[in-house]
């Protein structure tokens, strides 16, 4: 079997490829994206699933994306939530979007966190009439558990 060369070191050591350009790296040379990285995105696109980079691949594809899911993350995290049945803080609120549905998912916190990623990957600041439930699955003597969620996005701008 014949080695490669590594393409940023030229080292006879070239055995990681890397996914978008497929450019031979030694171990030294990759740049790893860890499987979570992209972890609520929706649907990860083929340049982002890949575990092994070039430097070069990974600044021009990668780093931007990650910029920007971080960015979004951040504003998921600032999302104003209002759980159906607060009171009557929620109603004069537009109901004119779609609501958002989440599904099988293995923590509340994670489900409205899900949620609120989708309502800022729309550029949304709030999420009401939130309800999240539990079910329960049971597989004879072994139980599991996974949360839903449904809310409604809207844009308030006196936050």
């Excluded at 972890?39 to 990668?62: E, R, W």
């Excluded at 759980?83 to 004069?92: K, L, M, P, W």
């Amino acid at each position: 079997m014949e080695t490669q060369d590594c393409s940023v070191c030229r080292r006879p050591k070239g055995i990681l490829a890397c996914g978008i350009c497929l450019a031979p790296n030694c171990k030294k040379c990759v740049v790893k994206l860890e499987k979570d990285s992209f972890y609520f995105l929706p649907k990860i696109p083929l340049d982002l699933s890949h575990k092994f980079y070039c430097d070069s691949c990974f600044q021009a594809k990668v780093v931007p994306e990650l910029e920007n899911y971080n960015t979004t993350m951040a504003k998921a995290k600032n999302i104003s939530v209002y759980v159906r049945g607060q009171g009557e803080e929620t109603r004069f609120f537009k109901r004119k979007e779609k609501p958002i549905t989440i599904t099988d998912c293995s923590d509340k916190n994670e489900t409205l966190l899900r949620m609120a990623f989708l309502a800022a990957t729309e550029n949304f600041n709030t999420l009401f009439d939130v309800s999240i439930t539990l079910k329960k699955i049971r597989d004879e003597g072994y139980q599991t558990k996974t949360w839903s969620g449904v809310g409604i996005p809207t844009t308030l701008t006196n936050r």
